[in-house]
Nanobody, 117 residues
Framework: QVQLVESGGGLVQAGGSLRLSCAAS????????MGWYRQAPGKERELVAR???????NTADSVKGRFTISRDNAKNTWYLQMNSLKPEDTAVYYC???????????WGQGTQVTVSS
């Protein structure tokens, strides 16, 4: 059973920074891709950033240049470094992983990020 546990959310002023972490129960080499999504009130969940097993990353245009996704294989963890935060970044952030062995995908429980103006 794969479990993803997020941490690092909170309340920050506009212009500030936060780093989200997603720790997997077991090796992240089981995943072909790992990512971060977010969902703001009244809006659909959207992809924020994604990193593949080969290290290729892609980032949503709305956060490009401000957010960076990375991973630490030894810690079975991936991160979302968020800089220059804006009030419109306020959302629940979810980590996600796609299995390399099946069509399954896994989700964390979500962590709230609130950016005050």
């Amino acid at each position: 059973q794969v479990q993803l546990v997020e941490s690092g959310g909170g309340l920050v002023q506009a212009g500030g920074s936060l780093r989200l972490s997603c720790a997997a129960s077991g090796s992240i080499f089981r995943f072909k891709a790992m990512g971060w999504y977010r969902q703001a009130p009244g809006k659909e969940r959207e992809l924020v950033a994604r990193i593949t097993s080969s290290g290729t990353t892609n980032t949503a245009d709305s956060v490009k240049g401000r957010f960076t996704i990375s991973r630490d294989n030894a810690k079975n963890t991936w991160y979302l470094q968020m800089n220059s935060l804006k009030p419109e970044d306020t959302a629940v952030y979810y980590c996600n992983a796609d299995s390399s062995l099946s069509s399954k995908e896994y989700w964390g429980q979500g962590t709230q990020v609130t950016v005050s103006s």
